[in-house]
C-alpha cells in the first residue's frame, strides 16, 4: 500500500476520496457550532447584559440623596457634590450652592497680602 501508515489485517485500505469527504466532514462540523451551543452563548450575553443593568442601577435614587441633602450643612455641600456625578445631579437640582465659609481660619497668608 502507498500510504503512510502500515496496513494492518483485516484493515481496508482507505482511499483519497473517502479521507478528503472525512476532513470535509470533520472542517464543517467544527466550523459550524451546534444550536445548542449558539442558544448557551445567547444566553450568557442576555445574562451580562442583564448584570450590566443591574451594576447601573445600584446605588439610591436622587430623590433619597436628595432628602439626605438636606441634612448637609453650608460648608460640606461642596465635599457632597464632587463624590460622584449623581451626587452633583442632585446638588444642582436642590439648588443649593458650592460655596465654603473660611472665615474661621486664621490665615497669615491673607493678611500679609492686603
Excluded at 501508515?5 to 464543517?28: L, Y
Excluded at 436622587?62 to 460648608?75: G, H
Excluded at 481660619?105 to 492686603?114: E, G, R
Aim: hydrophobic share 25%.
Amino acid at each position: 500500500s502507498s500510504s503512510s501508515t502500515p496496513a494492518v489485517e483485516g484493515d481496508v485500505p482507505s482511499t483519497s476520496a473517502s479521507t478528503t469527504s472525512k476532513r470535509k466532514r470533520r472542517r464543517r462540523s467544527e466550523s459550524k457550532p451546534s444550536l445548542d451551543a449558539v442558544h448557551v452563548i445567547a444566553e450568557q450575553n442576555d445574562q451580562n447584559e442583564q448584570q450590566q443593568k443591574e451594576k447601573k442601577k445600584r446605588g439610591l435614587p436622587d430623590e433619597l440623596w436628595s432628602k439626605i441633602l438636606e441634612d448637609v450643612d453650608e460648608n460640606s455641600v461642596t465635599a457632597f457634590a464632587s463624590v460622584c456625578k449623581q451626587l452633583r445631579r442632585v446638588q444642582k437640582s436642590s439648588g443649593r450652592r458650592l460655596r465654603m465659609d473660611l472665615g474661621h481660619y486664621d490665615c497669615p497668608l491673607v493678611s500679609d497680602v492686603s
